[in-house]
């Protein structure tokens, strides 16, 4: 079955520590990985995606096939980076549905 | 265009009654989704449209929920006989082949 797993649902770091938010997926084709970031009072909106391999806000996430994992990174927090992050799927080939993950809060304390 | 909009942005209702909810697109893009996301969990797809053509539907939307998009711009998405399990918030996002959704404000719906 199609699930993206999120397995963390709050996380709390100081303000230039280094942050990891952890995806991981079960799909049985090549799917394509999405973050997609929700702010205080804000829509939900789109961080990054996998195949554009870009740094976003520092941000940076890398496809790992093989742990079927697509955790988020930055390498100094900021406290405007609190907010909701979700991790999405969608596959390449044989359908539409986008599957999102249950979300994983950043807290960013000063 | 000032990016996918939703509307209502809020609903109450009584159950039973049936409710009809409005997505505008952004105006170049193909490709519309309606999700639905209850607190705690992330949007959960409910369907799909590429122009006109509703293409996926999820087995989890019965029979009491339709969606529609005339000409492949605006969509709207129905309840019928809504129950107190349809309180969510009703979200359509609209993109460009697959390059990243843009999401709507949402409908949040309530159904007393």
């Known amino acids: 079955a199609q699930r993206v797993t999120q397995p963390e649902k709050l996380l709390s770091v100081f303000k230039g520590a280094p942050v990891e938010l952890k995806c991981n997926y079960s799909?049985?084709?090549?799917?394509?990985l999405f973050w997609y970031v929700q702010y205080s009072r804000q829509r939900l909106q789109l961080l990054l995606r996998?195949?554009s391999r870009e740094s976003i806000k520092g941000f940076t996430a890398d496809l790992n096939k093989g742990e079927t994992s697509f955790h988020l990174k930055k390498p100094f927090a900021q406290e405007e980076d609190s907010a909701m992050y979700y991790c999405?799927?969608?596959?390449?080939?044989?359908?539409?549905?986008?599957?999102f993950g249950a979300g994983t809060r950043l807290f960013v304390k000063a | 265009d000032t990016g996918v909009s939703q509307d209502p942005r809020h609903k109450i209702t009584k159950r039973g009654q049936n409710v009809t909810f409005r997505c505008d697109p952004i105006?170049?893009?193909?490709?519309l989704y309606w999700y639905r996301q209850t607190l705690g969990q992330g949007p959960e797809f409910l369907t799909y449209?590429?122009?006109?053509?509703?293409?996926?539907k999820s087995r989890l939307l019965s029979d009491r929920f339709s969606a529609e998009r005339p000409k492949g711009s605006f969509s709207t998405l129905e309840i019928q006989r809504t129950e107190q399990g349809d309180s969510a918030m009703y979200l359509c996002?609209?993109?460009?082949?697959?390059?990243?959704?843009?999401f709507g404000p949402g409908t949040r719906l309530t159904v007393l």
């Open positions: 996002a609209s993109s460009l082949e697959k390059t990243g959704q843009y």
């Open positions: 799909y049985s084709g090549s799917p394509e």
């Open positions: 996998h195949i």
């Open positions: 999405a799927l969608t596959p390449n080939t044989g359908g539409f549905k986008t599957i």
């Open positions: 105006s170049e893009h193909n490709r």
């Open positions: 449209f590429q122009n006109e053509a509703q293409l996926e």
